[in-house]
């Protein structure tokens, strides 16, 4: 009877030390996903003259289904990104990086319509995957030297614009249409505004405003637009580590559940 519990113990131990490799194995395989995803990610926002960039990304997994780009255009423009696949896991890390390729490639195509780009962009998908995921997406082409912004709003959260010289120091860039990766008819549109000196553009994901702190408060849209009201006038940088800090602070012990992704743009003040 001894020797039968013994051969028992033997067979469990050898089980669980097999499902510990496994798990070591899995885990090392996500490292090293979340190590070649990042590395898609721009290293540094670029320089571009009268202009400052900020961005930041924190994945809640060692993969993360959010992500930022900026694309260097013709004629001096320059393309930026920030999108939101709505699921975790592989399975959006996945088609993050399908995403990101697909719109890099009809950005180059159509440098000065995002709406055509993510059309195309949202056509291919669609052809390529079975996987039900879609990404929201926002895309702008900036052309720096007027301060206009052409751009098209796939389903994401609109940004915001601050400008302390305004009437209306905070208001939203209008227009959103649906996700890519939903439906295969969709056709978007595209807009243009002008960006002013001294103004601030912020462009942020669901695990902004979807944080959580240890009392399950949300953070929410209300508390980042005054903490973004508290640093008009400041830089890119600045509003950007301000954010962070403060929603660090707010989530505390918290496990963080989503990506967040922030993503600043500031126009220099004249004056300065």
């Known amino acids: ?18 499902a510990v490799r496994v ?16 590395s898609l990610l721009p290293e540094n926002p670029p320089a571009v003259d009268g202009w400052q960039l900020a961005a930041s990304l ?4 060692e993969t993360s289904g959010d992500f930022y780009d900026f694309i260097p255009l013709p004629n001096g423009k ?8 709505a699921d975790k896991g ?10 990101r390729t697909l719109i890099r490639t009809y950005a180059t195509d159509y440098p000065d319509r995002p709406d055509l780009a993510l059309n195309a962009a949202n056509a291919r998908i669609l052809a390529d995957t079975q996987a039900h995921l879609f990404v ?7 052309d720096p030297a007027s301060g206009a912004l052409t ?12 400008n302390p010289n305004a009437p209306d120091p905070v ?3 209008p227009g959103r249409g649906l996700a890519l990766g939903v439906i295969e008819d969709t056709k978007w549109t595209h807009e243009t505004l002008r960006i002013p000196p001294g103004t601030l553009m912020l462009m942020y994901t669901d695990g902004v405003v979807d944080a959580l702190n240890p009392l399950e408060e949300r953070f929410g849209a209300e508390q980042m637009l005054d903490i973004a009201q508290e640093n008009l006038g400041c830089s890119a940088r600045d509003l950007r580590d301000d954010l962070l800090t403060r929603l660090q602070q707010f989530i505390g012990d918290e496990p963080q559940f989503d990506d967040i992704t922030l993503v600043a743009v500031e126009r220099a003040d004249r004056q300065q």
């Open 1 to 18: 009877v001894q020797r039968e519990r013994d051969l028992q113990l033997t067979g469990y131990l050898n089980q669980a030390a097999r």
């Open 58 to 61: 924190w994945p809640a997994r």
């Open 136 to 142: 929201t997406v926002f895309y702008g082409i900036l």
């Open 78 to 85: 320059l393309g930026i990104i920030i999108a939101d696949v």
């Open 23 to 38: 798990v070591c194995t899995r885990r090392k395989e996500l490292e090293l996903a979340g190590r070649m995803q990042a």
């Open 151 to 162: 751009y098209c709003n796939a389903g994401h959260h609109p940004p915001y614009l601050l």
């Open 90 to 99: 592989m399975g959006a890390a996945l088609y993050m990086a399908l995403s």
């Open 171 to 173: 208001r939203a860039v």
